[in-house]
């Protein structure tokens, strides 16, 4: 092969792969040309949420304990987990001594009453003689011996009452409907006054108390609707109950307390992460995995009419687990690239297979 066949034959190559890059630049072979999903930006409702963690908590506990002491549990009716109404009873106590001092307590008003009788017998027999026959000296003793009768009767009969409640506190029962947190007693078990035997979850409701950045707190208000994740990712809805009014000074958290619905798989203890719903607005938004990152900054890919993408830097906001909200950069109706953006460069040509930006379904 000669000189001037070997530059013809450069010649005619350098042509030819000048024609293919100008065809494919301008639609005319696409060949070769990337397939990608695009879509049109489209509005829809954004939610923003405050994100935070913490524990599950009980709504209200109340310590259940014995008010009198010295006595042996006999009886436990209820166990850790049960529901229980108000007024059931929990567990009762050794009664044989509040027995007996019932009795004693009730034979010393008997004993008074009819000493009462008699003494109120004789002052009116004592006043129903002729004058000189009694003196007024005995006349005034015996009305003394009823007055003092009747504050003995009056006396007996309160210790009577204090043995008949002491009785009565024997049995424990439950202050208000609810689920029983934990028991501390046992058979047998002497109890002293003021010791907890069972704690109750008032009305079995419990909650979570979330700790909230003190920027957020401005954002939360009782009502908010909130998501509650459990330790195994399982979701379920609550409701913001109160937003504490104080911010601890060395965390700079204020403390938000989310409400969990009577049929809740949570309990007291529990770790979970909290999103509450603070404000809903119409915005455009996109697909998170839409956004390309270059020279940390959000961008997309805009599909023009002849399938040339270029390369757009966008403002985001919040969003959800797979969509984000657009600030700046787009328009409603823009062509964006939706799945195979990661492997794009500005400028490039593709094929262009259609979805929805709100399901993804491509047509």
Known sequence: MNAITEHRRMRIATIAAFLFLHSAAHGQDTSAAMTVVAASVEKSEVT???VATGNVVAWREIPISSEVGGLAVTEIAVDEGDVVVK????ARLSHDLTTAGISK?????????ASLAIAR???????????GVISAQTIEQRETLVKTTEAKLEAAQAQLDEAEARHRQTVIVAPAAGMIASRSVAIGQVVQAGVEMFRLIQDSRVEVDTRVLESDLFSASAGQSATIFDPTGKS???????????????????????ALPGDTRLRPGMFARVEIAVESKLALTIPLKAVVWRDAKAHVFKVGHDNLVSL?????????????EVERGLDAGDRIVTQGAGLLNDGDVV???TASVRNGAVR
């Open 48 to 50: 923003r949420s405050i």
């Open 351 to 353: 094929n262009v297979k």
């Open 236 to 258: 379920e809805q609550g409701v913001v109950r109160i937003v504490s009014p104080l911010v601890d000074p060395k965390t700079r958290l204020g403390t938000v307390r989310v």
């Open 105 to 113: 307590q009730r034979a010393a008003v008997d004993e008074l009453q």
């Open 312 to 324: 757009t830097e966008v403002g985001i906001g919040s969003g959800a687990v797979d969509n984000v």
């Open 87 to 90: 007024g059931q009873v929990l």
């Open 121 to 131: 017998s004789d002052a009116a027999r004592a006043h129903a003689v002729s004058s």
